[in-house]
Nanobody
Framework: QEQLVESGGGVVQAGGSLRLSCAVS????????AAWYRQIPGKQRELVAT???????NYADSVKGRFTISRDGAKNTVYLQMNSLKPEDTATYYC????????WGKGTLVTVSS
């Protein structure tokens, strides 16, 4: 019943922007922490950004100033706005939500061309 579904991935040129969305169902989203991770094939999953139930955010140094995480309690959705994209941002991006335990989406692929 607990489900996270990411959308918004695609192919963009370096310097472009994308907005990822994560629709959450089956958990009390408004009191859940949420986060975005990314993974490149052959490497460990990397934390990109987090947001608390009250809206406090934190970012990896590699994306700070370029990415923004946000949440909409009425829509049970968490977003990741990605600006000034670089080829090294290419990865599969995963949404997570935490309430008692961590729930994961299946990921959405972002490809940034040079």
């Amino acid at each position: 019943q607990e489900q996270l579904v990411e959308s918004g991935g695609g192919v963009v040129q370096a310097g472009g922007s994308l907005r990822l969305s994560c629709a959450v169902s089956g958990i009390t989203f408004t009191i859940s922490a949420a986060a975005w991770y990314r993974q490149i094939p052959g490497k460990q999953r990397e934390l990109v950004a987090t947001i608390s139930p009250s809206g406090i955010t934190n970012y990896a140094d590699s994306v700070k100033g370029r990415f923004t995480i946000s949440r909409d309690g009425a829509k049970n959705t968490v977003y990741l706005q990605m600006n000034s994209l670089k080829p090294e941002d290419t990865a599969t991006y995963y949404c997570s939500a935490t309430l008692f335990k961590v729930y994961w989406g299946k990921g959405t692929l972002v490809t940034v061309s040079s």
